[in-house]
């Protein structure tokens, strides 16, 4: 065997296995960042939903926009892989009232200024 011979036998079988661990590295690495992508992601859809939950059970209600927009935001969430975190204040969200509460008393308010001149 001459020397061109030799070369070719261990340089083509190197440069391919040089390839697969380029290759190999490369997709590990993939992994890695869409694993913590999808940390992210999910962090910052539970941190929503929090936010959103302690604003609309604060006014004791949500209205149907707000539900739908909390329930496409729930389905995201559990698509990544949701761990039920968020099960319960997804339920409760779900169950608040969709209209504001009524105002207390409001037969019993106090008569505006025209109608107090109306009744001496």
């Not at 698509?79 to 039920?84: D, E």
């Not at 105002?103 to 505006?112: C, D, F, R, T």
């Amino acid at each position: 065997m001459n020397t061109y011979q030799w070369l070719c036998l261990l340089g083509v079988p190197s440069m391919l296995a040089g390839l697969f661990l380029f290759v190999k590295k490369q997709l590990e690495r993939a992994r890695k960042e869409t694993a913590c992508i999808k940390s992210g992601v999910q962090a910052l859809l539970r941190a929503e939903m929090i936010s959103e939950w302690n604003k609309y059970k604060e006014k004791g209600y949500a209205p149907l926009y707000a539900k739908e927009s909390f329930e496409n935001l729930w389905k995201q969430y559990h698509a990544l892989g949701a761990n039920g975190v968020m099960d319960s204040i997804h339920k409760e969200f779900l169950m608040l009232s969709d209209k504001p509460p009524q105002a207390k008393n409001s037969s019993n308010s106090i008569p505006s200024e025209s109608m107090k001149g109306e009744r001496k």
